[in-house]
């Protein structure tokens, strides 16, 4: 017999997913705090009149947060790192 752990999300009595990493449970318990903070400023802005249509919304803003925020300059997109090795070979290469 194996013992499994597992974490689950649960929101306002109503399991809503369950994890075997306690990490994982955290994210997707953050992600759900940023569809009940975005769920009321979506509604305000009366482009949306289905309930569903706002919640569906808010929850691809939260999952895509990290899209959101570089799209509005809240964040500076990642630099890609250069292999220092693969750079120093096309210098080498441009000298000769």
Sequence with gaps: MAVITQYVVVRDGEEKMSFTSKAEADAHDKMLDMVEA?????????LL???KQTED????????????????????PAKKKVNKSA????ASKAAS
Excluded at 61 to 66: G, Q, S, T
């Design 38 to 46: 975005l769920f009321p400023l979506l509604e305000q802005s009366e």
């Design 57 to 76: 919304l808010a929850l691809f803003l939260a999952r895509e947060r990290e899209q959101v925020l570089l799209a509005l300059g809240a964040k500076k």
């Design 87 to 90: 750079s120093e070979a096309d």
């Design 49 to 51: 009149t289905d309930e």
